[in-house]
């Protein structure tokens, strides 16, 4: 279990950060039902330009996190 934690506390620390700078880059409506759409088309476009580098990977990780949110919420 101790390499899972690492590599999870390693991505969430990834996933904060990059969420800060959108965040202050004036990104918001994220927690938001009426953002479903934006947020699927976003996670769909990041999807298809099929670029598996650490950057691209942490924006698909966040819309998701962001629709499962929706859906828990």
Not at 34 to 41: A, F, Q
Not at 53 to 64: E, G, K, Q, R, T
Request: charged residues 35%.
């Amino acid at each position: 279990m101790e390499k899972i934690d690492r590599v999870m506390a390693k991505f969430r620390v990834a996933l904060i950060e990059k969420f800060d700078k959108k965040e202050i880059d004036g990104f918001t409506g994220w927690d938001e039902q009426t953002s479903w759409g934006m947020l699927v088309d976003g996670l769909f476009k990041h999807v298809e330009e099929k670029e598996l580098s650490p950057d691209n990977l942490i924006d698909i990780a966040l819309y998701c996190l962001f629709l499962w949110n929706l859906e828990v919420s």
